[in-house]
Nanobody
Framework: QVQLVESGGGLVQAGGSLRLSCLASGSTGSTFSIFAIGWYRQAPGKTRELVAAIHSGYPTVYADSVKGRFTISRDNAKNTVDLQMNSLKPDDTAVYYC???????????WGQGTQVTVSS
């Protein structure tokens, strides 16, 4: 029902910045509403973890490790969500995934992921 496409990943040096973007689109002929949309990441050998998320009617949430450095923003008209990442650290290296939970609060969808690599 929903397809997510991420972009903006790349290789940067520690202290640099990147901006990730995620575009959500419905299948042909379908309409959808979003309850939650956010970013997750998974580093090699580690489990996938929440980075930041926006839930309808709730405060924005951030992982403690990124507070003050990352900012998530959503454009409802464009069906996009961005993640501005500043002061990047090597520990931020991971594949970043966009996630959407629909208004039914049941169906979840994931993007393919975009690689972020931060060198020392």
């Amino acid at each position: 029902q929903v397809q997510l496409v991420e972009s903006g990943g790349g290789l940067v040096q520690a202290g640099g910045s990147l901006r990730l973007s995620c575009l959500a689109s419905g299948s042909t002929g379908s309409t959808f509403s979003i309850f939650a949309i956010g970013w997750y990441r998974q580093a090699p050998g580690k489990t996938r973890e929440l980075v930041a998320a926006i839930h309808s009617g709730y405060p924005t949430v951030y992982a403690d490790s990124v507070k003050g450095r990352f900012t998530i923003s959503r454009d409802n008209a464009k069906n996009t969500v961005d993640l501005q990442m500043n002061s990047l650290k090597p520990d931020d290296t991971a594949v970043y995934y966009c996630n959407v939970q629909l208004g039914d609060r049941r169906n979840n969808f994931w993007g393919q992921g975009t690689q972020v690599t931060v060198s020392s």
